[in-house]
Every structure is written in structure tokens, then in C-alpha cells.
């Protein structure tokens, strides 16, 4: 019989380096869209969450392989970002897709359909049940959950970040 402790870890660890899967596919979604932006702000406010995702994908990555000997396949990553995994992938496709007359429609769309922002939300809902769990369970995770509250903060940041690049196509005559 297996630990219980040592399955919450593992559980944990994979979650972790799934989460970190869904960073970088959420990063280059958002290198693709900052290539196809036509306003220099825009640019550079897209390049900064996709640097930001980047990031969170390394660390999330790191954090899983200190507690992981062996990472998890793709399939095993279904079952542990689900909904999130699917989300980015439709997303990552509608922006690979999206030509530069529609670049206004999309970032809109990010908003309204929370494209993005859901798949953001997703994040935050993900590592803050992975902290509970670990809690829960008495997995301690020590630094992780302070690196994990970092993540979160910076996803909301994301949010708002890409409600203010909708806005600022929908705003009349706008100068960089």
C-alpha cells in the first residue's frame, strides 16, 4: 500500500508541472499576439505577460521536478489542468488564426469570453486548491507556497493588463 502523503505529493508535483505546460502555451500565445499587434504599447504590454508566463512556466517546471523523479505525460496532464488545458489550446489556435484586421476583435473577445482572463482565473483557482491540498494533507511545501501566492498575484495582474489593452482599441484616436 502506498503512502498517502507520497501520492498527495506527487499528485501536487504533477499539477505543478502541468500548470507549467498551460504557462507556456498561454507565453506563446501572447508572443503571437505581440507580433501581431500594430500599436507599440500594445506590443509591449502583451511581450510583458508572455515574459511573465515564461517565467511562471520555468519556476512552476522547477518546483515540480524537486518534487517529482519522473514528469508526467501529456495525457497525465488531462487529468490534472482538465478544462484549463483546453482553453488555452482553443485559444492558442484562434490566435494563430487571427489576422491583423481582426487583432481588436480578438483581444475584445479575450475579455468578453474570458478566453484568456477564464484561463487565467483557471490558474489561480488551480494553485490555490494545490496549496489547500497540500495543507490538507501536511505536504509541506515550504517556499513553494510563497512562490505560488507570487504566481497568483501576477495572474491578476495579467487580468488587468488585458482588459486595459481592450480598452485601449475600443478607446477613440489613441497615440502610444
Known sequence: MKDTHMETK???????????VIEDEV???????SGKAD??????????ISLDSRKHAAVLRGLAESLLAEPPTEG????????????????????????????????EEMVTLENFIGEEYLIVFHL??????????GVDLGDISTVLDWIIEDEKRH?????????LYTSPSPRD
Open 159 to 167: 487580468e488587468i493588463l488585458v482588459k486595459n489593452i481592450c480598452l
Open 76 to 107: 497525465e496532464c488531462d487529468k490534472y489542468i482538465g478544462k484549463a488545458g483546453k482553453l488555452v489550446k482553443e485559444t492558442a489556435r484562434k490566435v494563430e488564426e487571427v489576422g491583423m484586421e481582426d487583432l481588436p476583435k480578438l483581444i
Open 10 to 20: 506527487e499528485w501536487i508535483a504533477k499539477a505543478l508541472y502541468c500548470s507549467s
Open 27 to 33: 507565453a506563446d500565445a501572447y508572443d503571437t499576439l
Open 39 to 48: 500599436r507599440q504599447i500594445v506590443k509591449t504590454l502583451l511581450k510583458y
Open 128 to 137: 490555490k486548491s494545490l496549496k489547500f491540498l497540500a495543507e490538507k494533507e
